[in-house]
């Protein structure tokens, strides 16, 4: 039995390391989700119920769970070094020339330079041991329970030798982007830029936050090639690339400082286009011998440099901090800028997020400040150009009330936001509305910013109750400037077709503080109804796996509130559904939800065909009883599965009962 199992979980391993290895690498996918989901609890029930058979490198190992108390020092055997850093045509030229007054005509190769932080990672008989970080160089710190969950890296190579490489461990832009969304919702700080939120993943003590960070890998170097009989450092990635590596396609072997400087030019133009940040190029002598002939400084290599982009910050001046009010009351300062371009797009407002931030920043009105966008991400202010105070500044001075209705304005103990605290604050109202029709909430067409701001002043849309109504004013709205009969029509057409919406877009829409799009969907996939969401006390809340204390706590009060508990009540009354619709996912209560283990032959349906079906209604099939099985299905010739559940006095279904369950839901005549 265990021999058996022993079996399988090597089969698994290397369907899942293989189907990975061909995502995530390759980004050529070769299985279906739902088939990598399976084989994946298909491993995880064997490694639970079989500890023994649990490897530490494991396609289990990626979705995390480890936890370390602290980061264990690593010495490098090879230093890792840096490499010098050059920012113009001359100094490539020094360089080029510097080689080959050495005697040499080199081939060099063309790296991007990845914005993201070294790492070092170890194989021993093809098997990741080790992950670490660069650190001073000399030593750094153990992060492979993080590494782990790195899903381009391979934890098997495809040949079982001892290796170190070393490469740079990124976060991709539009990770960043989605990541930076969800910590501005949790009122959270967001990251700056891509290296500095792959360097604050890596640098957790628990792998399921590394694993939930989307974190990817491009390998540039192998310390050791000599050992492998490689000669060039084209070889070497090639060679690392054939044992799994996911290896940078952009990399270019050239023949001269021409091609080089081509090099850099192609890839300064393609910079926005790539779907990581990327701060330069790298460039290394081709021959290893070379090389090794060349040497190193006190420093760095004599044969490779790293031509820099210059910075992507751009001068303009500062002309006003005006402050606006969100839906939560929550009031934010904005930089005014005089209109410039940066990345290709023109900037001319960037958030200052709060008070402390501005002051922190010392920024003075008038000043000429420095403006930074990093891929995706939202521009920011860096600096203010103290060298270029004329005097004439003025201080930065936090309002003390709503700029909209003029309450004063709150701040909690120990926060750094201050709030309008004016329930009625028309603010709050006109951005709650606005949010309630946007495209990922109730997704209103023709219901946009410009139109609720209309609509609110005119009087016809006060609450999102109004924007149900809306219908009754059909005749005057047709009359307004600049709308029309059809236009009207259109927008009366889009509000009616909202109610139909399935409930993770009324969730995010109703603006539950911190709850955005992801997390309603979380919400309304677990618990199908917003009744049954209501129901749920705070502690069953924070029990799930998505959702922290802070968003528990926001979710069961904002349930508690009498105002919103009569907004959702005139909601149902006006026909808007409350029901998860899902993407074609069917429910039924005695399935969803439910862990299965089918046992022996079914005559009337295969295994594969019962255990489909079962996830087709949310069930959950695995491959061993526990005390976790909610039912077992048992079929002719069951084996001990059908022993073990009756000893546990789990639920079972023979034939008949499966027949009828399945008849019932009209999946069998
Ligand atoms: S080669 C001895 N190649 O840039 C060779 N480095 O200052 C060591 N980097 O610390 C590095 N992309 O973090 C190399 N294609 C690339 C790179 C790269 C990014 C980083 C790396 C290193 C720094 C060099």
Request: glycine fraction near 8%; charge should be negative.
């Amino acid at each position: 039995m265990l021999e058996e199992k022993r079996k399988r979980v090597l089969e698994l391993t290397e369907i899942l390391e293989k189907a990975n290895y061909e995502y995530y690498v390759l980004a050529n996918p070769t299985l279906t989700d739902q088939e990598f989901d399976k084989y994946m609890r298909e491993l995880e029930n064997i490694e639970k119920e079989y500890p023994e058979l649990a490897s530490p490198s494991s396609p289990t190992k990626r979705v995390g769970g480890e936890v370390i108390e602290k980061f264990e020092k690593i010495r490098h055997s090879i230093p890792m070094l840096s490499l010098p850093d050059v920012f113009n045509e001359d100094e490539i030229r020094d360089f080029d020339e510097r080689i080959k007054k050495a005697g040499y005509n080199p081939q060099y190769v063309c790296e991007l330079k990845i914005d993201g932080l070294s790492g070092s990672f170890h194989y021993e008989d093809g098997v990741l041991v080790t992950g670490a970080t660069r650190g001073d160089g000399v030593v750094g710190e153990n992060i492979t329970h993080n590494v782990k969950t790195i899903r381009s890296l391979p934890l098997k190579l495809k040949e079982k030798i001892n290796i170190e490489v070393r490469g740079e461990i990124y976060m991709p832009r539009k990770v960043l982007a989605k990541l930076n969304q969800e910590r501005s919702e949790l009122n959270l700080p967001l990251f700056q830029n891509c290296r500095n939120a792959a360097a604050g993943s890596i640098r957790q003590l628990d792998s399921k936050i590394a694993a939930g960070r989307g974190l990817d890998t491009w390998i540039y170097h192998l310390p050791n090639p000599v050992d492998y009989g490689i000669k060039t450092q084209w070889e070497s990635l090639e060679f690392m690339k054939k044992l799994g590596f996911k290896i940078n396609p952009a990399n270019r072997l050239v023949n001269n400082i021409d091609e080089i400087l081509d090099f850099i030019d192609e890839y300064r133009n393609k910079r926005d286009t790539l779907s990581y940040d990327i701060d330069g190029v790298v460039i290394k002598v081709n021959d290893l011998k070379m090389q090794q002939e060349l040497g190193y400084t006190s420093k760095f290599p004599r044969w490779a440099i790293a031509y820099k982009f210059p910075a992507l910050e751009v001068l303009t001046k500062l002309t006003d901090i005006i402050f606006t009010v969100g839906r939560t009351g929550r009031i934010t300062p904005n930089a005014v800028l005089e209109p410039v371009i940066v990345m290709g797009s023109t900037i001319s407002r960037a958030t200052l997020h709060n008070e402390d931030y501005v002051l922190e920043k010392g920024l003075k009105i008038g000043d000429i400040v420095s403006i930074r966008k990093a891929g995706d991400v939202i521009p920011e202010v860096v600096e203010p150009k103290l060298e270029r105070r004329t005097g004439n500044e003025k201080d930065f001075v936090m309002i003390t009330n709503c700029p909209i209705c003029g309450s004063v304005l709150g701040k909690k103990p120990g926060q750094v936001d201050h709030y309008c605290l004016n329930p009625h604050c028309p603010a709050r109202h006109i951005e709650g509305l606005i949010h309630f029709c946007s495209r990922k909430a109730m997704n209103i067409d023709g219901l946009g910013e410009k139109i609720i701001e209309d609509f609110f002043n005119l009087g016809y849309i006060k609450s999102i109750i109004d924007i149900y109504h809306l219908d009754v004013h059909k005749k005057d709205l047709q009359e307004l400037e600049g709308y029309g009969r059809k236009s009207i029509e259109n927008l009366l057409e889009a509000i009616e077709n909202s109610k139909k919406n399935s409930l993770e877009r009324l969730l995010f829409g109703l603006g539950i503080n911190g709850i955005g799009d992801k997390t309603a969907l979380v919400l309304a996939k677990k618990f199908k109804t917003l009744d049954n969401l209501m129901a749920q006390s705070e502690e069953d809340l924070k029990a799930l796996k998505d959702i922290g204390p802070i968003l528990a706590k926001n979710i069961y009060t904002f349930f508690q509130n009498v105002d919103n508990l009569e907004l959702i009540n005139s909601l149902v009354m006006l026909g808007v559904n409350t029901v998860y619709l899902g993407e074609g996912e069917k429910y039924s209560e005695l399935i969803t939800d439910k862990r299965f283990v089918v046992t022996g032959t079914i005559s009337f349906m295969g295994r594969d065909e019962i255990e489909a079906l079962i996830e087709s209604y949310g069930g959950h099939p695995s491959s061993s009883v526990s005390s976790k099985t909610d039912v077992v299905i048992v079929g002719d010739k069951p084996g001990s599965k059908a022993d073990k559940a009756k000893e546990l006095n789990i639920e079972i279904w023979d034939e008949e009962k499966l027949s009828d369950v399945l008849k019932n839901l009209g999946e069998l005549n």
